[in-house]
């Protein structure tokens, strides 16, 4: 439960907990009430279920209406939980006419247009959740905690708000929780902010805030999270860290601060997570791990930290997330980081890291590890084949552009939970092993720019997670990236790992022989990408069974035969590229198939259109029904009167007259 809802849910429990003096039978609401709730009902351009006066004159009883006991004048409305109600309009000033409203919540739906100043001169308001709506306009001068001087939660995540964030917050003496998170808010912080003394939650992440982070934030010692990543904040960050001593969360990734990490933040023994990825901070890592002994997620990713990675960092046992990558470390990695027992998700992706071998023989003792990124690295050493390699929890393993050479090794066949594989851009041969049709969670694999040879493995066919779709997946946390760089484009990242499409990516390679019918069963696969190979043989009319595939890429490869009509029953097809086989006959027609571009049939000097068709295969020509017989290899016509000939000779010489 969340610190809004946690609020939410006290005032709600207070509001149960008022005597009751009557039945409740005998209670209806407020007529005041009555007629606000029906203005507000008339600016929506949606029904709110369960409202309908006719049918339940008593709005107590309606639908997200939470009232109180009172006996005078009718049943106050006190609550408004309309959150996730699919309500469109926009909110008109009626809502003003709710003077006892302590929690509206309108969250989640989509709801539109300026907000009307009368919001804020609800007297008794105590929680306003506007969040995840199309709200847009600026919200400054609106009067803020002037009469509603109880505010404790504003949220606006997730809107078009615009503007400035407001000066007037000031009055909000008693807020403790404010989130502007997700608008197009701009200028700088005013210093009115920092007088908000209560504050312990405020959410500023995705706007375009500017400007240095002030001095004025040590005034708000009640802080426990502070997330202002993805603006435009620029200069050193204030050594003030020490006066925070309740700040357990703080996030500053995605903007323009430069200089080392303040003295005060690397001591800071409240902290648990410190995201500053994707920043310009320099000099070394200096973590102070003896007295930070609540860590337990660190992002110093995308930076200008200069290395050796810091021995002491082993220290900060309680580490369970570590990015460092993307900056100009280098050297081996510290044999004492075997010493991170609870670490299970761990980015080194583009750190000029040496030496695979040991790493991975370290890196083994992390036990708990699932999550290993070690993209642009060990420039062009062999991939280890230490059979005493072990990693029982790894789940995705990114091992990308490092120009590793030799076979994909036998330990990772023990990898028994890899859900997710990139070894791309490498020099890594051989054949491909079949165990990787043992893999019971795999989903996506990028084999990609390799030369691994010989056969595509059958066993890729009977991958149970691309068959069934069944599968579940642990996410990073938030200062947590993985990275794969490509060669010639940019560097991909994956942040969400369940957002990605299933995958099998052996591109670029040197593999031979046939592609198997049996890739049918893969159902819930959305991506097959088996360009630039030597594959042969016909294209599987199977294929048609991958109902989820979006993407299907054969082109390059020395493919025959004709383009099966069923795969114009993949309706979620968007990219299909055939160009460059020896492919021959009619292009298919209809629903998908009417939007792929002539590029993706280049090439191929058999292929024709319906309407225009000089090379037909012979499947085409002579269809099962359409085949002219023959007798001893000649045309039915000629076979049959050479067989009439013949008999007559024979009968002839043999004394038999025809009658």
Request: net charge neutral; aromatic share 8%.
């Amino acid at each position: 439960m969340g610190y809004r809802g946690f609020c939410l849910y006290l005032v709600l429990l207070a509001l149960s907990l008022e005597p009751q003096n009557l039945k409740s039978e005998e209670l209806t609401c407020n007529p005041t009430d009555l007629r606000a709730l029906a203005g507000f009902s008339n600016c929506l351009e949606s029904a709110i279920a369960g409202w309908n006066s006719t049918v339940s004159p008593d709005c107590c009883t309606w639908s997200g209406i939470i009232c109180d006991n009172s006996t005078f004048s009718g049943r106050r409305v006190v609550g408004l939980e309309l959150g996730s109600k699919r309500l469109t309009g926009k909110i008109c000033e009626s809502l003003a006419g709710l003077n006892q409203l302590r929690v509206l919540n309108l969250s989640h739906n989509f709801l539109w247009g300026s907000l009307p100043a009368e919001l804020f001169s609800l007297q008794n308001i105590e929680i306003i959740d506007l969040s995840n709506n199309d709200f847009l306009g600026s919200i400054s001068n609106k009067g803020m905690c002037t009469i509603s001087t109880r505010i404790q939660v504003l949220n606006f995540s997730n809107n078009h708000f615009s503007g400035q964030v407001p000066k007037d917050l000031a009055n909000c003496t008693f807020l403790n929780h404010l989130s502007f998170d997700g608008n197009s808010l701009s200028g700088s912080l005013p210093e009115t902010l920092f007088q908000l003394k209560n504050l312990s939650e405020l959410n500023l992440q995705g706007n375009r805030i500017s400007g240095p982070l002030s001095n004025g934030i040590v005034n708000l010692s009640n802080l426990v999270k502070l997330d202002i990543s993805s603006n435009l904040f620029s200069g050193v960050l204030p050594d003030i860290f020490g006066s925070l001593a309740r700040l357990e969360h703080f996030s500053a990734m995605s903007n323009s601060f430069t200089g080392l990490l303040p003295n005060s933040l690397v001591n800071s023994p409240s902290l648990q997570m410190l995201n500053l990825n994707n920043n310009s901070l320099s000099g070394s890592i200096n973590l102070n791990c003896s007295a930070m002994k609540n860590l337990v997620s660190l992002g110093l990713g995308s930076n200008l930290f200069l290395g050796p990675i810091p021995d002491g960092l082993s220290f900060c046992r309680g580490l369970k997330a570590l990015n460092l990558a993307r900056n100009n470390l280098g050297g081996e990695l510290p044999n004492n980081f075997k010493n991170l027992k609870s670490l299970t998700q761990l980015s080194l992706s583009n750190t000029s890291l040496s030496n695979i071998l040991s790493a991975l023989r370290i890196l083994q003792n992390c036990r708990n590890l699932s999550m290993l990124g070690l993209t642009r690295n060990f420039h062009d050493e062999q991939i280890p084949n230490d059979v005493s390699l072990e990693f029982k929890n790894l789940n995705s393993l990114i091992l990308a552009n490092c120009q590793l050479r030799g076979p994909i090794p036998q330990w990772l066949s023990r990898c028994h939970k890899l859900q997710f594989l990139d070894l791309s851009w490498n020099h890594l041969g051989g054949n491909i092993p079949s165990w990787f049709g043992k893999f019971e969670s795999l989903f996506y694999l990028d084999l990609s720019n390799n030369s691994f040879k010989g056969e595509l493995p059958k066993s890729l066919t009977e991958l149970q997670c691309l068959i069934s779709g069944k599968m579940t997946i642990e996410e990073p946390v938030s200062s947590f990236q993985l990275y794969a760089a490509r060669q010639g484009g940019p560097s991909l990242s994956y942040r969400q790992i369940s957002g990605l499409r299933p995958t099998l990516d052996l591109s670029y390679n040197i593999l031979q022989g046939p592609i198997w019918p049996s890739f049918g069963n893969l159902k819930r696969l959305h991506v097959l990408n088996l360009k630039e190979n030597n594959l042969s043989g016909p294209i599987p009319n199977n294929l048609s069974g991958m109902t989820y595939l979006e993407k299907l890429d054969l082109s390059h490869n020395k493919l025959s035969g004709e383009i099966p009509r069923a795969l114009v029953n993949l309706s979620f097809l968007s990219t299909f590229d055939v160009s460059y086989n020896q492919l021959c006959g009619e292009i298919p027609e209809g629903s998908q198939f009417d939007t792929f571009p002539d590029t993706s049939f280049e090439g191929n000097n058999g292929l024709c259109s319906a309407e225009y068709c000089t090379c037909q295969s012979e499947q085409t020509r002579h269809s099962p029904g359409e085949k002219k017989m023959t007798t001893i290899g000649l045309p039915f016509g000629i076979g049959a009167a050479t067989g009439f000939v013949l008999t007559v000779i024979c009968c002839f010489m043999s004394g038999l007259s025809l009658p």
